[in-house]
């Protein structure tokens, strides 16, 4: 593929909701322009971007696939996306190096969950958006409903540039609405040719509502026209794209990426009112303390930004990355400013799908890959020697869903730590934690689907076979009521035996007290040197378990008497008397199970409000406020303990039909109800 100056670049993200078609668009795009003979099908496994195995056989889209492609002098690098919710940091990433987003919509089902989330985070970036209405052939497709939608629910800046002609199996093209003709489509040849009569005073009236919303921008556009003088194609275009560069103007297109009808239309919109990386306000980095902007130079120092990582079985670690400024050459050297390693960018490539196409330079606003980088991960910036800057990584929602795994396979323990690595390089989305008092391994991902594609990456890609089991909830034990317990410890078997004795006194702390030890040993009743093992032995019984087996908490234990022999006392006979003094003490008073609580914080539709309240109070769960939040959201903060929301996301997720999200944090330890004891326990 040739270079192309800055100006002539178009990094657009395809998003919506899952099933709207943004793959088969992708797809017919390729085609349109010559870089693929026919498109392939997402059912039959054949599309260019989804090409993993695991996408093939979920027929859908699990991770961004960057597709590049030329058209009327211009590079668009097409950067397609997962629907399903579970990938929305494959979704962060996109929108991080994108320009512009084009919202696909399917005619049939219209504005959907995937689509208002979407358009949230675009909000959040403030990416410019578009919207291609898709599937006008299908059976019970509605132009003119969907359009209502988007304009109610993303407001007036929503502006139709096309009309549908003919209506599901009779739709074959589109009224432009700038230049008052229209495109005739038979087997993607399209015809240009007049409005059809059947609808040329709908196009009209339609029209001329555009025209007058478009110079409305422009003041002095705005007084010709009143005059009269009706502004050329061209004019309007350029007024439009200066409301689309500033996000407050949608241009809405239709079409049908399955019989390929109007998609050359979409792609001669995107080059001509869609924003360059030089339209673009410029990238925040920081340089040291201070904060600069950088802006798309190609004379500048290089600076780029790795927005995505592939584990590729061929050729092992492969960053995709955008140039912020600058022009990265092959063989370049680049410092990560986070790591501080020097970086030799060998081999450099683009990537239509899983091909890789070599290129010797990436200028500034274009987007390319590289192999073996020794230590960058996604989010990293590397730039040129002697001007160090660092973007902002990826920003992404905790995970809110867990499953316990382990190797299934001593051959497999060997290799889990590894494959665990790279599949988190490759998927920042995905946390692995390692909780030492339950002693398990937690992957934590979006939601069920989320973990059941990373279980099977790490099966087919690295070679690992994983079980799985329920996340255990981390438990504690504290002591009932104040006791004095006595801890004796004496053995003698031939030569020098074991003695020690100590006195102590425990009473429970408040929640979160942690241990306090308080030394009261008078008169020499144990030498100094054996008290901080009495306070080590016991530190080892609290984690070792109470009663009921969990780690023992929130105590004051006060050492207050004891005994030793001259000869049979040590250290670890001391230790030993402070475990069994805690144990007694345990055993005396009786101790009561901690529970973990949560603080949850979830955003839900206002009209939704009251079934998430009752299923919060089915969990056990306090409310703690509820406040009005923007887009007619509510925000619902409550305590919940941990148990009952081990699979919130999901109960959430059906809930709410997908609108609802939340986020969780530890807060505190409470009393587990007696009732709850048995089930806990197993006693």
């Known amino acids: 593929m040739a270079t192309f100056s800055t100006d002539k670049l178009r990094n657009v993200v395809l998003v919506g909701h899952g099933g709207s078609g943004k793959t088969t668009l992708a797809e017919a795009a390729l085609h349109a322009a010559g870089v693929i003979a026919r498109p392939g099908r997402v059912e039959d496994g054949t599309t260019v971007s989804d090409h993993d195995p695991a996408e093939k056989a979920r027929g859908s889209s699990l991770a961004m696939s960057v597709l590049p492609l030329e058209w009327k002098g211009h590079k668009i690098n097409l950067i397609d996306t997962p629907g399903d919710p579970d990938f929305v940091g494959e979704l962060h990433a996109a929108m991080r190096v994108a320009d512009m987003a084009v919202f696909v919509v399917s005619a049939v089902s219209g504005v959907e969950v995937g689509t208002e989330a979407a358009w949230r985070l675009a909000v959040t970036h403030d990416l410019p958006r578009m919207i291609f209405i898709n599937k006008l052939d299908r059976d019970r497709a509605d132009f003119t409903s969907v359009l209502e939608d988007l304009r109610s629910r993303f407001g007036a800046g929503v502006a139709p540039l096309e009309l549908p002609v003919g209506f599901e199996a009779d739709f074959r093209g589109v009224a432009d609405l700038l230049s008052d ?30 025209v007058e919303g478009i110079v409305v921008a422009d003041d002095a556009l705005m007084a010709r026209y009143l005059d009269g003088d009706v502004p050329s194609v061209e004019e309007l275009e350029h007024t439009m794209a200066v409301g689309v560069d500033d996000a407050t103007v949608f241009p809405v297109v239709c079409g049908s990426a399955l019989k390929e009808i109007a998609v050359d239309r979409l792609l001669d919109f995107i080059c001509e009112i869609g924003p360059s990386p030089l339209d673009r306000p ?54 990560n400013n986070r790591s501080g390693s020097d970086e030799r960018m060998h081999g450099l490539f683009t990537l239509t799908g899983a091909e890789h196409r070599a290129t010797g330079s990436v200028v500034a606003g274009d987007i390319a890959a590289v192999a073996k980088l020794n230590a960058t991960g996604t989010g990293d910036t590397l730039s040129t020697r002697g001007h160090p800057v660092s973007a902002p990584g990826i920003e992404l929602a905790p995970p809110a869903l867990g499953i316990g795994i382990k190797a299934r396979t001593p051959a497999d323990e060997d ?79 031939g030569g020098h035996g074991q003695y020690g004795v100590c006195t102590v006194t425990v009473r429970p702390l408040e929640r979160g007290g942690g241990f306090r030890f308080v030394d009261r040993i008078v008169g020499g009743a144990i030498s100094r040197g054996y008290v901080p093992a009495v306070e080590k032995g016991i530190e080892e019984a609290m984690a070792s378990g109470g009663l009921h087996g969990f780690p023992v908490v929130d105590i004051e234990v006060e050492l207050t008497d004891g005994k030793e022999h001259s000869v049979d006392s040590s250290e670890m006979a001391f230790k030993t008397a402070g475990r069994l003094a805690l144990r007694s003490a345990l055993e005396q008073a009786g101790s009561v199970v901690l529970e973990p609580v ?11 409000q009251g079934d998430v309240l009752g299923d919060l109070n089915a969990r056990r769960g306090r409310v703690q406020s509820t406040d009005p939040a923007a887009d007619g959201f509510q925000e619902i903060v409550a305590l919940v303990p941990a148990a009952e929301t081990v699979r919130y996301a999901v109960d959430l997720r059906s809930l709410t039909g997908g609108r609802g999200r939340f986020t969780a944090t530890h807060h505190h330890y409470d009393l587990l109800p007696a009732n709850l004891l048995a089930s806990v326990t197993g006693s």
């Open 282 to 335: 410029p990238v925040e980095v920081r340089a040291g303390d201070i904060s600069v902007g950088v802006r798309p130079d190609v004379d500048a120092p290089a600076v780029a930004f790795v927005f995505k990582t592939v584990a590729d079985q061929f050729v092992g670690h492969v960053s995709l990355f955008k140039v912020i400024s600058g022009t990265v050459r092959s063989d370049d050297h680049l410092i």
């Open 181 to 210: 003709t229209a495109w005739l489509y038979d087997q993607a040849t399209a015809t240009h040719t007049e409005i059809p009569d059947e609808m040329a005073e709908l196009e009209h009236q339609v029209h001329d509502n555009l």
């Open 415 to 493: 290799k889990l730590a590894d494959a665990l690595h790279r599949l988190l390089d490759e998927d920042p989305g995905l946390t692995v934690i390692r909780a030492a008092d339950t002693r398990q391994t937690v992957l934590r991902g979006a939601g069920e689907t989320h973990l059941s594609v990373a279980l099977e990456r790490l099966e087919s890609r690295f070679g690992v076979h994983i079980d799985t089991e329920p996340v255990r909830i981390g438990y504690r034990e504290t002591i009932s009521a104040q006791t004095e317990a006595e801890g004796r410890h004496k053995k003698q078997s």
């Open 598 to 608: 949560e603080q949850i914080t979830v955003l839900v539709p206002s009209e939704m």
